[in-house]
Structures are given as C-alpha cells and as structure tokens.
C-alpha cells in the first residue's frame, strides 16, 4: 500500500481578497471547505495544512487538521511557488516524524467545489499501478473558447487564426465539431514524491494525467467576481 500525503497550502497573504481563505463562504470559512472534503475522502495516511498564518493554523486545529509548524515567511510570499512549499513540507515531515510520503495529494483552498468522490477517485487512480507520475484536475473547454477559433486582428481589422493565421473560410464553424480541449481547474493535483527530487523544481514528472471534472465543481476564487461566481455554482 502506498503512502499517500494530503496538504492544504493557505497562506495569510491575499491581495485581491483580503484574508480569503478565512473569510467566509456560505456558512463557513473557506479554508473549512477544503478541510471537510478532504477529511470526508477519508483516504490519506497524513492530512496536513501548512500556513505562515497563526490564525488560520488555530483554525485549522480547530476542525480537526494536523498542523505540525508555521511555514517560514520567506515561503508565503506573492511570487513563492507551490514547489518549494511542498519540499520543505516532506523534508520537515522526513526530518521530524520519520514520515516519507509516495505520492502527494495537494488541495488549494480557493476551489470549494471539489467532492469527496473526486478525491477518492484520483486515489484510486493512484492505487492502480499507474503508468504516470502525477495527475491534474481539469474540465472541458466549451468549443467558442478552443484554441481552434482563436483569432488575432490585423491593422485593417482583418481577423485570422492566432499561430497558423487560418481564414474563417477553413476554421470548424459548429462549436459541437471542435476537437475537445480542457484547462486546469485548480481543484486538485498529486503526484510522486519523486518528482521533487528529481532536480527539475517541479511537481510534475514526464507523465501527467487529466483527471476530467464537470465543470460545474470547477472554481478558483481569486477575485471578488470569482468569488460571486463560486456561490452561484454551490448553489445551482
């Protein structure tokens, strides 16, 4: 059986939502959303929240979250990388509790909307032996938004397609007839712990799977509009 680590990264800082991740959403702080989801998955060995915010490591503890430090400042700023947040959070893990993760689920507080079953899933994607070395959240782009109608407009107003510079008369007209393409949602990602020290900064191998959501469960709070989007979709 392989070790599976779940975290929430939440920082303090938040410029365009002041607090966001304690401010409260629907009933609750947002942060408690991600906490409950990943508690109701009930499929990790370790479930932890790193935070450079007493406040929001008291709340953390409050619902029932393994806190184990406060993440150095130099870790929580505007232009930290997800990257760095998690090695120093398995190497700390690895020095203090003997504890050596495979695989890692990492959840961002700023999307609500994922499910317990999605969680399950990606575990179970996990547990299969996979031919893969991490896995990402994403949902289906709508066909007007492809890449494929893209167009960029000349000095004369004259429209092509961005890249190729295709005219209207070869694009694919019906939104229905464009190959499928999808973006990530920010709902959820994992990968091997190896892929840390691999030397190449990054979470990600040479293999990534797209774990396909409905878009309905896709939100990224990172703006007030984001946020008013987010509670309409919970709602609907």
Request: hydrophobic share 35%; aromatic share 10%; net charge positive.
């Amino acid at each position: 059986m392989r070790k599976l680590l779940g975290i929430i990264t939440a920082r303090g800082g938040s410029k365009r939502v002041p607090r966001k991740n304690l401010k409260n959403f629907l009933g609750k702080p947002l942060l408690v959303w991600t906490i409950e989801v990943g508690q109701k998955g009930n499929v990790f060995d370790k479930f932890i929240l790193t935070t450079d915010d007493e406040e929001i490591a008291e709340t953390g503890m409050k619902y029932k979250m393994e806190v184990p430090f406060i993440r150095p400042a130099e870790l929580a700023q505007d232009t930290s990388s997800s990257y760095d947040t998690i090695k120093h959070t398995v190497k700390w893990l690895q020095g203090n509790q003997n504890y050596r993760p495979d695989w890692i689920v990492l959840l961002e507080p700023s999307s609500p909307g994922r499910q317990p079953f999605h969680i399950k899933e990606v575990v179970e994607l996990i547990k299969k032996d996979p031919n893969f070395d991490s896995i990402i959240g994403v949902s289906e782009i709508p066909g007007h938004f492809s890449h494929l109608k893209q167009q960029q407009r000349d000095n004369d107003g004259i429209i092509t397609r961005v890249n190729d510079g295709a005219t209207m008369k070869s694009l694919i007209l019906r939104n229905q007839d464009v190959p499928k393409s999808f973006y990530i949602n920010s709902a959820i990602y994992a990968f091997k712990t190896s892929n840390l020290f691999d030397g190449g900064r990054s979470l990600w191998g040479n293999k990534t799977y797209g774990y396909v959501m409905d878009n309905k469960y896709s939100m990224d709070i990172d703006t007030p509009e984001d946020w008013l989007i987010a509670e309409i979709k919970i709602h609907s």
